[in-house]
T-cell receptor
Framework: DGGITQSPKYLFRKEGQNVTLSCEQNLNHDAMYWYRQDPGQGLRLIYYSQIVNDFQKGDIAEGYSVSREKKESFPLTVTSAQKNPTAFYLC??????????????FGPGTRLTVL | GDSVTQMEGPVTLSEEAFLTINCTYTATGYPSLFWYVQYPGEGLQLLLKATKADDKGSNKGFEATYRKETTSFHLEKGSVQVSDSAVYFCALSDTGGGADGLTFGKGTHLIIQP
């Protein structure tokens, strides 16, 4: 079955540590996205990538980094510079070539808690 | 910049009641509009979409009509079920093809009581 997987589902981190969240898709989509979800604030865009080896900052990129070395993978690193990293992180993908470029498909999410 | 405003929750209804969740938007271009649904502990699922004025998106008994004159995209369902309990997000994409990401509202928590 095609889809988006995120791992792990739950992640705990000590203050001052970097942590990497995984996102993999087998939908053959060119575009991938990372969003952060906080209670009562909806989703906010962290980073996005429209093609391999290229990515752009979203609205809240500070304290995060990404890479896009393969079409199917878009890992997100939460660095120690992120002041309030506890949140639910959602990865999504879309296929601009399909004519439905703006329809994004989401993974199940990773809940990060800083101890 | 672009923004989406949706009614605050939680919204609590009895089973078989009529549902309306209001959504209005501001955008510089001609956006596509979406409703996504999120069940507890899960990611978002696309519920329906509309890409031009007067289009009606529909799925699983839910409907929403793209109203350009009122910049609205209200979600409706004629008879809700307990299984419809979830958080509903209204969203828009304003760039060409939406490749730069979606703008979301804050979400509306819907609770359906038996």
């Amino acid at each position: 079955d095609g889809g988006i997987t995120q791992s792990p589902k739950y992640l705990f981190r000590k203050e001052g540590q970097n942590v990497t969240l995984s996102c993999e898709q087998n939908l053959n989509h060119d575009a991938m996205y990372w969003y952060r979800q906080d209670p009562g604030q909806g989703l906010r865009l962290i980073y996005y990538s429209q093609i391999v080896n290229d990515f752009q900052k979203g609205d809240i990129a500070e304290g995060y980094s990404v890479s896009r070395e393969k079409k199917e993978s878009f890992p997100l690193t939460v660095t120690s510079a992120q002041k309030n990293p506890t949140a639910f992180y959602l990865c999504a993908s879309a296929n601009p070539a399909s004519g439905s470029a703006d329809t994004q498909y989401f993974g199940p999410g990773t809940r990060l808690t800083v101890l | 910049g672009d923004s989406v405003t949706q009614m605050e929750g939680p919204v609590t209804l009895s089973e078989e009641a009529f549902l309306t969740i209001n959504c209005t938007y501001t955008a510089t271009g001609y956006p596509s509009l979406f409703w996504y649904v999120q069940y507890p502990g899960e990611g978002l699922q696309l519920l329906l979409k509309a890409t031009k004025a007067d289009d009606k998106g529909s799925n699983k008994g839910f409907e929403a009509t793209y109203r350009k004159e009122t910049t609205s995209f209200h979600l409706e369902k004629g008879s809700v079920q307990v299984s419809d309990s979830a958080v509903y997000f209204c969203a828009l994409s304003d760039t060409g093809g939406g490749a730069d990401g979606l703008t979301f509202g804050k979400g509306t928590h819907l609770i359906i009581q038996p």
